[in-house]
């Protein structure tokens, strides 16, 4: 069986949109996805690596990141 590469076989993937497709947006906090990802990846390694915390990893970034937000910008959201 041949090999097939995703990004070019359209027939089997019509409504997948790759991530390097996506653009990066900015949060409502400040925060982009690129910034919550990277933390969610760092609390999962400092959780020692355990799966299937994925979300709660995700969740906590945010907090953490909107806390940070905050105290750097004195309480104001950015607009």
Same mark, same amino acid.
């Given at each position: ?10 027939q ?20 982009? =996805?690129?910034?919550? !990802? *990277? ?8 959780? /020692? %690596? ?8 995700? =969740?906590?970034?945010? !907090? *953490? ?8 910008? /004195? %309480?104001?959201?950015?607009?």
């Amino acid at each position: 069986m041949k090999s097939q590469n995703p990004k070019t076989n359209n027939q089997n993937t019509p409504g997948i949109v790759f991530r390097s497709e996506v653009r990066e947006e900015e949060g409502q906090n400040g925060t982009t =996805l690129a910034e919550i !990802r *990277e933390r969610a990846f760092e609390i999962h390694i400092e959780r /020692g %690596g355990i799966h299937g915390c994925d979300l709660d990893d995700w =969740l906590q970034a945010e !907090r *953490e990141l909107r806390e940070k937000y905050k105290k750097s910008n /004195g %309480g104001w959201k950015k607009k």
